[in-house]
């Protein structure tokens, strides 16, 4: 729980951390306050998300039709650097997990499974939108991964936060799935940032991508379809492999995303194994090391460990 920084400590905060900043016009008075009634903060963590576009930092400042602006209070470009975009409460992190957030508010790990979208993210959660496609083909240029982490990393330094008070989007909003790079290792590359001086570490990290563990998938693919609807085994190994499964084709995207690996989901599986050359058991829906590992890499969303 920490009083939101200002518009100066935050210019201060990132520039420390060694980030070039770029300034909006009209960023540090652009915010959500006036218009919902509702102040920004206490502020008890920061939030990473890909913007799943391209060229999208005036729709970050303007809003969408649907979603009021700001969007986030910093975007970050593939080749345009870090820009301020808002300054107190912004339309980024929407509806959450609230057991997620008091995980972060305690900086506890692993965070729990966000299975719930019942508390109010944009109170309390500084965001970064990162431009990207999202696709998991669409690469992050270190240059720019290398920005996200500082940044991350100013922040937290600024409020004697530790890497434990950054998440994802994916980890507090059921059926998010962004950022598309793995969270464990950003927060590992901010421990690293936030044990030099401001400014220091000079050593350019690489995102990693989003990790399934087979046999947590394995389980979920067992148990969730004769469960309760909306049984949830194995929350973020379910997503992206239903977002892979959504994105060769084999799933519709309305029973993606809710964390259950339900009979729809083993049932597309199936037909992913099918496509494989797979016939009888081994097609059964239920996935293996080969057939997962090639919709990771067909996908780009992720890689398997056993
Ligand atoms: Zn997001």
């Not at 920490?2 to 520039?15: G, H, K, M």
């Not at 006036?34 to 303007?62: M, Q, R, S, W």
């Not at 593939?78 to 107190?88: D, F, N, R, S, Y």
């Not at 190994?237 to 009979?263: P, Q, R």
Request: net charge neutral.
């Amino acid at each position: 729980m920490a009083t939101p920084l200002t518009a100066a400590a935050t210019l201060t905060a990132l520039r420390s951390e060694g980030l070039t900043v770029h300034e909006h016009a009209g960023w540090s008075t652009h915010n959500r306050e006036a218009a919902t009634g509702k102040a920004f903060g206490p502020v008890i963590g920061v939030l990473i998300h890909h913007t799943a576009g391209h060229g999208d930092k005036e729709i970050c400042y303007n809003g969408r039709s649907d979603l009021p602006g700001p969007l986030c209070h910093s975007w970050l470009g593939k080749t345009e650097g870090l820009w301020m975009i808002g300054h107190g409460r912004a339309n980024h992190a929407g509806l959450v997990d609230l057991d997620v957030l008091n995980a972060l508010r305690a900086e506890a790990s692993p965070l729990p499974h966000d299975d719930q979208a019942n508390a109010d993210g944009n109170d309390v959660l500084y965001g970064l939108e990162i431009e990207n496609l999202g696709n998991g083909k669409d690469p992050y240029p270190d240059v720019q991964y290398r920005q996200a982490v500082l940044w991350a990393a100013a922040l937290c330094r600024a409020h004697g936060w530790t890497e434990k008070s950054v998440a994802g989007h994916k980890e507090v909003q059921p059926g998010k799935i962004d950022p598309s790079f793995d969270m464990d290792g950003f927060r590992a590359d901010v421990k690293k940032q936030l044990a030099t001086k401001p400014g220091g570490g000079t050593t350019t990290p690489t995102p990693t991508k989003p990790k399934v563990d087979l046999s947590q998938l394995i389980a979920a693919a067992k148990a969730d379809p004769g469960a309760k609807q909306g049984h949830v085994t194995y929350m973020t190994g379910t997503n992206l492999a239903e977002a892979a499964l959504v994105k060769l084709g084999y799933l519709a995207k309305t029973y993606a995303g809710d964390g259950s690996f339900g009979s729809t989901t083993v049932k597309a599986y199936a037909a992913w194994q099918r496509h494989l050359g797979y016939t009888g058991a081994d097609a059964n829906g239920i996935p293996g090391h080969t057939s997962l590992t090639q919709l990771g890499t067909n996908t780009g969303l992720f890689t398997v460990v056993a």
